[in-house]
């Protein structure tokens, strides 16, 4: 007996010793796993899958860059890019028309919380909720149509309109964002330090030149998160254009993300290598802005330090 | 205070700003307004063109029970529960944990890890769409719930370790090593002092996790395929092909699919907003 109560004595030290030195790895351990076995290592595959010539099901036949190649001459590839720009680009509007929402409602009159709650509403909804809402709108039969029809401006289905159907899914999709945006700057204006924005009011800065020497460089953080956020939000259009369009008119709203799915996985053709190279290149885009965020957030982790 | 206190105005901003507010919200919210007037109209209505008007019948419950005996909307309805609260307990509970050993210990590994979790919680999922559907199918569990709740849990483990561990990184580490000097286990000191003092971070993702989930649409159709494990997401989207033009039907259960996140926003309001704006107000 004197044997074993040794060992879990010696078991017990060499834990007391290690205890500092291991217990992240355990707590870490559950986590990590998960995340590596379906975030981190897909990432790797589907580079991989994207140099092959694969439906799924039978053997994947290597072929180089050859799904690249095809992509440089895919019109429609090049029209889902250009769509993802303009994307890009418009919902870049949600960021000034939240601060501009936020600074509306940056009051204290009876009542205003509940109103900035009311305002938040499109973004705690599901993004196919607000697609369907908006086609709906958009449909001949809906609501804008038959109201210019009745003001003598004849109907019309902007979604069935190849030239303008994507900026009509683009305005279904800024809708939520500005409520994100607005919430970023609330938060933002509620922490200003308001000794600094009385000096400013004292030396006589008022109006514009008050808000753009004084309040929006301290609104800096409540700035880049919105525009980390509004990026990733207008890459990942998937949902408003599967509700709305599904693409069409004629592939005329296809965006990188919904192109992809529609190749790899849709009646359309199983073809994954393909359907890879598509998402290689959204991951490619994204990587620029991620990359962006990880080195501002290493930046104050070494002012941290 | 920026913009100055309307208080401070004349009289006649004052007046004229109680004014606008409703106006202005009334304008926002003419999407909503129009999907919930639209729920309680029948078909009479609509084919009228009768949209914002005083509806001629009050059909809300009919129009429910409509949508209730003649779709699955009941059984899309808990598969949505089904999949977002085991999500929600699941990704907590992994990134408390991970969260804990990157904030509370110093290793080489340490920031490489933690930028490695910010960074998968970005990318697209399109990158990661062929290869998780199949494992998933490898592992016997395409098409069912458990299936799409593991990629979840762990899809969202990211974004929830970047939360908690800045959280607990702001903690006093003063009382961790108050404790260790007392003799406390590593385990204790995570189970005693950090959790109960975690408990508002907890509560902020619980709620945005749950709102993200319910709302998923993208991993729902591509890991989901038959009714039986589709969430309401997905089976409004396929309602959607059904009902074309019957738009009273689909309010009501786009009304359906919108009620528990805006419930569980109402109920959290704090909590769900702190964790949304984490970082808006410092640098």
New interface residues.
């Given amino acids: 007996m004197p044997s074993s109560t040794q060992i879990s004595y010696r078991k017990s030290s060499w834990w007391k010793l290690n205890q500092q030195r291991l217990t992240p790895w355990i707590f870490l351990f559950p986590g990590l796993v998960l995340f590596l076995v379906y975030v981190i290592w897909p990432i790797f595959n589907s580079l991989y899958i994207s140099l092959l010539q694969w439906d799924g099901l039978s053997p994947a036949i290597y072929v180089g860059f050859s799904n690249y190649i095809e992509l440089l001459d895919d019109e429609y590839f090049y029209i889902s890019l250009i769509n993802n720009i303009k994307w890009l680009i418009f919902f870049m509007l949600a960021v000034p028309i939240g601060l501009g929402l936020a600074i509306f409602l940056n009051q204290t009159i009876f009542g205003i919380r509940l109103i900035k709650s009311l305002f938040f509403f499109p973004f705690v909804i599901s993004q196919v909720v607000i697609g369907i809402i908006f086609a709906w709108f958009y449909n001949p039969r809906g609501v804008i149509g038959p109201f210019l029809e009745t003001i003598g401006l004849g109907n019309y289905a902007i979604l069935a309109d190849e030239d303008f159907a994507t900026y009509g899914i683009i305005f279904a999709g800024i809708y939520p964002q500005i409520a994100y945006c607005m919430i970023l700057y609330l938060t933002g204006l509620n922490n200003l330090n308001t000794d600094q924005i009385e000096a400013g009011r004292m030396d006589g800065a008022k109006g514009f030149s008050l808000f753009k020497n004084i309040i929006l460089p301290q609104l800096r953080p409540a700035t880049f998160l919105a525009i980390v956020v509004t990026v990733i939000g207008s890459l990942r259009s998937f949902d408003m254009v599967a509700i709305m369009t599904q693409g069409g008119p004629w592939g005329s709203t296809n965006v990188l993300a919904y192109y992809m799915f529609e190749t790899a996985l849709s009646e359309y053709g199983y073809r994954m290598g393909y359907g890879s190279a598509i998402a290689a290149v959204l991951f490619t885009i994204m990587m620029f802005y991620i990359l962006f965020f990880i080195y501002r957030m290493y930046q104050s982790e070494k002012k941290g330090l | ?3 100055i ?3 401070k105005r004349p009289l006649i901003n004052q007046i004229s ?2 004014v606008l ?1 409703p106006i ?2 009334l304008i ?2 003419i ?2 307004i ?2 919930m007037l ?1 729920s309680i109209r029948g078909l009479g209505d609509i084919a009228q ?1 009768n ?1 914002w008007g005083v509806p001629s019948e009050f059909l809300l419950f009919s129009n429910l029970k409509d949508v209730f005996q003649n779709t699955p909307m009941l059984s899309y309805i808990m598969n949505s529960f089904k999949i977002t609260i085991p999500t929600m307990i699941g990704a907590v509970a ?2 408390c ?2 969260g ?3 904030a ?2 110093r ?1 080489k590994a ?2 490489f ?1 933690f ?6 919680n ?14 998933t199918y490898q592992m016997g569990l395409y098409d069912t719930v458990t299936g799409l709740v ?2 979840h ?3 969202q ?2 974004f929830c ?1 970047l939360f908690m561990r800045n959280f607990i990184k702001a903690l006093p580490n003063e009382l961790f090593e108050a404790a260790r000097i007392d003799g406390t ?3 204790n000191i ?1 189970l005693k002092i950090v959790l109960p003092l975690t408990r508002p971070a907890i509560a902020a993702l619980s709620v945005l996790i749950f ?1 993200f989930i ?2 998923d ?2 991993w729902a ?2 890991l989901i395929q038959g009714h039986h494990a589709m969430p309401i ?1 997905a089976g ?2 396929s309602l ?1 092909g059904q009902w074309i ?1 019957a ?1 009273h039907l ?1 309010s009501a259960g ?1 009304i359906m ?2 009620i528990p ?2 419930i569980m ?2 109920l959290m ?1 704090k909590h769900f ?1 702190a964790g ?2 984490l ?5």
């Fill in positions: 205070m920026f913009p206190p309307i208080q700003y109680r507010i202005s919200l926002w919210l999407p909503l129009g999907i639209t063109g949209l992994l990134s944990m991970t804990f050993a990157l509370s210990y290793f340490n920031l890890i930028f490695t979790f910010i960074a998968g970005f990318v697209p999922f399109q990158i990661l769409m062929i290869p998780v559907r199949d494992l593991l990629f849990v762990a899809f483990t990211g370790t286990s590593e385990f995570f709102t319910w709302n649409f993208f159709t591509v997401t409004l989207k959607n033009s738009y689909l786009s699919a919108a996140p805006v926003f109402f309001q907003i949304l704006t970082g808006a107000s410092k640098g």
